[in-house]
């Protein structure tokens, strides 16, 4: 049985569901047939190098299956009269293929670079406000300390003072007496 490799570009109107829903529809009518789908993949909403009926992106879909000519063909007018289409490619390969597509696999990779540096940033901004917390700690400490040592020197001031009040009290109660 021949192996092929199909791509299916959809209209960027198409909400994720509905494409999704579409290329859904395409891989249960070839297991209908009968057909073996050895690979699919969503490889979501892409630029498109060019513009195609007015159309800047499109939803990518990519499915491998083996099965005759004759449903790959099926398959290829059917999805042709469905007018959220807007590319469609079949080729034939020599084997099928199971591991993920280079395209699926550079698609991870960036999502992976994209949440590390998301991570780095969250990472930075965090040393930040500790810094930035340290930096107003420390001040509101020394100031704390300033003032507890305001507090203090004020109380021994009192103390002082109100050791000489009771020495002067004391000193003319025994002069009165």
Known sequence: MPHYETIIVLRQDLSAT???KIAENTKNALLKEKAEISRSENWGLKTLSYPIKKNKKGHYF?????????????????LRLNEDLLRLLTIRTENPEKKPSPMLARSQS??????????????SNNENYITKNKAEYSTREIE?????ITETQSQDDNEQDDNEINAETENSNGEKA
């Open 144 to 148: 704390s300390n300033e003032l507890d």
């Open 110 to 123: 960036e999502h992976y670079n994209q949440a590390q540096e998301r991570h780095n940033e969250t990472q």
């Open 62 to 78: 990519l499915i491998n299956h083996s099965n005759s000519p004759q449903i790959t063909q099926e398959m290829e007018r059917v």
């Open 18 to 20: 509905q494409a999704e």
